[in-house]
């Protein structure tokens, strides 16, 4: 009988000078929370499943739809077919993967009011997600109870990522100081994203990942990485010397604004109207020019000064400068804010 | 001082559709200025009320310009200012 529990089926990894067995039996020991299991997020399951990392708890909110299938590498049709929600079909297909480290599969919308208990106990964050009012709730909770956590991002052919230890290196607000206002950058539903980008900057998310877990933090990449495939450009942009020097409400001052609910979206049912509204505190307003322009693949975009207004997945989305949106075709609102971060992004 | 703006693709319809401009200053603001003279649509994308804006970050020959000294950075021939945003997909 084949024994999978051997720690001999990474020896390949344990080989590595950088690894070693002692690298290897502290992966093993080791718990990580992955928010987000979409492109980013499977690309990151599927390495550190296979690495050993001991303990994986898969957060994700959506379901399965066939355009997932171009580069979230863990789905297939059948988990399309049997309508599965991500976290849940990524969880068998890593325990099918890897039968001796511990899967546990979460299907639910992160926000300020329960990712303080989905990284309890974690001993490193992953980014998957898509959205920057994640990016900010896991940095703060991860400077508060200096965790170390690793950013990742994609959109078209290009990818960025950057490692946060912290106290050690610049935190996500020393670098960006705040989100793009919704409607005024891209999103991979407006922009498209390439296959091959996800699974580099994931990939190079999974590396800073073990390096951590294994003992080595000294070997991080400190710096901002950023890569567009498509262009045949990769950056290296020093971002080191910025701890300390600028005035980071989060690292410096401990102020936790995201966890705090200062900042963030607040959604609503609206009863009897098949509808949800979002809000939005972000204080920047919207350009309803630039809005329009992102969503002019999708079809019909009309918009006067006071909304805007196109069509999408069946909805009909109504946005207002301040960032409100309302999204009529549903009552769910984990679906809605799903097509929020889709289409007006943040 | 000649020096080459990098546009990141977002930007890159409200400044001609260029991946890059060259324009002439002697400090990090005075070429972001010229550059919106040349495409005045990037004025409002990089700056509100003359401060620039706090989601878009500068790099000079892939250096913060926080930790150097800001717009007022002195640029020097062949030198690349590059705006970089935040990538949010995922």
């Known amino acids: 009988m084949i024994d999978f529990k051997s720690i001999d089926r990474y020896s390949r990894q344990m080989r590595f000078h950088g690894v070693g067995e002692e690298g290897q039996r502290k992966l093993l020991a080791s718990k990580v929370t992955l928010c987000g299991c979409g492109a980013l997020g499977t690309v990151l399951a599927n390495n550190l499943a296979r690495a050993g990392v001991g303990s994986i708890k898969v957060v994700d909110r959506d379901f399965i739809e066939p355009s997932n299938l171009q580069r979230q590498v863990l789905f297939d049709e059948n988990d399309v077919t049997e309508n599965l929600p991500k976290a849940e079909a990524a969880a068998r297909k890593l325990r099918a993967i890897n039968s001796s480290i511990n899967i546990e599969s979460v299907v639910t919308d992160i926000d300020r009011t329960n990712i303080e208990s989905l990284c309890e106990g974690a001993d490193l964050i992953l980014d998957g997600t898509d959205n920057f009012e994640i990016r900010y709730l896991i940095n703060d909770i991860a400077v508060k109870y200096n965790k170390p956590w690793v950013y990742g991002g994609v959109i078209g052919s290009n990818g960025m990522t950057m490692t946060i230890i912290p106290n050690q290196t610049p935190c996500l607000r020393c670098v960006f100081e705040a989100a793009p206002s919704p409607g005024s950058a891209d999103t991979c539903e407006t922009a498209g994203v390439l296959g091959p980008v996800v699974n580099i900057i994931a990939s190079m998310q ?139 992004g943040h | 001082m000649a020096v080459k703006i990098q546009i990141p693709t977002p930007l890159r319809p409200h400044a001609g559709n260029l991946a890059s401009v060259e324009v002439i200053a002697i400090t990090v603001g005075e070429a972001l200025g010229e550059l919106c003279k040349l495409h005045p649509a990037m004025e409002q994308r990089l700056f509100d009320n003359g401060q620039l804006r706090r989601f878009v970050n500068i790099f000079i020959n892939d250096e913060d310009m926080r930790y150097l000294e800001n717009l007022a950075t002195p640029v020097k021939d062949g030198d690349e200012v590059a705006i970089i945003p935040a990538v949010a997909g995922g």
């Open chain 1, 206 to 344: 999974a590396t800073e990942a073990i390096k951590i877990l294994s003992g080595k933090p000294e070997t991080i990449n400190k710096e901002l990485v950023q890569i567009d495939v498509w262009e045949n450009t990769y950056r290296r942009v020093k971002i080191a010397p910025l701890l300390g020097k600028v005035d980071c409400p989060c690292c410096k001052h401990r102020k936790f604004e995201w966890i705090d609910g200062e900042f963030g979206s607040q959604t609503t049912s609206l009863c009897g109207r098949n509808a949800v509204q979002i809000s939005n505190r972000t204080p920047n307003k919207i350009k309803f020019e630039d809005m329009a322009a992102q969503l002019k693949t999708l079809g019909d975009v009309s918009f006067n000064k006071f909304m805007l207004k196109f069509n999408a997945e069946d909805c009909e989305f109504t946005v207002f400068p301040d960032g409100r949106a309302i999204i009529k075709g549903t009552s769910d609102i984990d679906r809605a804010k799903t097509l929020y971060a889709r289409y007006i």
